[in-house]
């Protein structure tokens, strides 16, 4: 019985020191493990500049949404992989359904190597 307490005892030190090792080695990074494909591609997004469209503004005085609505549908918005061109060369086109500030959104981004590029913008029907 004494063995066994030992052990778990040698096991909790070990434990704990682990533990802090990661958060120290980890603690002040922006570590995230983007696993999901929307996930993945709404992070690659963020890291490229961002441009818009010629049409974008009438879209956003149309839908009456602002260019904050935007950021928040590339931080939070739900890609269709249905409706969107993934294989096309050399950018590819995703559609980003999100909430805008007053009504949902969907935006469609043209992603290249060094840009995104932000279409076009349309209101989507109430439900």
Known sequence: ME??????ALYGIGFAMGI??????????RASCNWLPNDRILNIIQKKQILFGEQIQKDLEEAEADSLDIRAILQNGDIDFSKSRVKNEPCRLYRI?????QSSLWIS???????????????????
């Not at 063995?3 to 778990?8: L, N, P, Q, Y």
């Not at 802090?20 to 990074?29: N, Q």
């Not at 359904?97 to 500030?101: D, V």
């Open 3 to 8: 063995d066994m307490r030992k052990r778990f």
């Open 97 to 101: 359904e999100g909430q805008g500030k």
């Open 20 to 29: 802090v090792m990661v958060f120290f080695f980890l603690g002040g990074k």
């Open 109 to 127: 981004v043209e992603l290249c190597d060094s840009i995104a590029m932000v279409n076009s913008l349309q209101r989507l029907p109430d439900q």
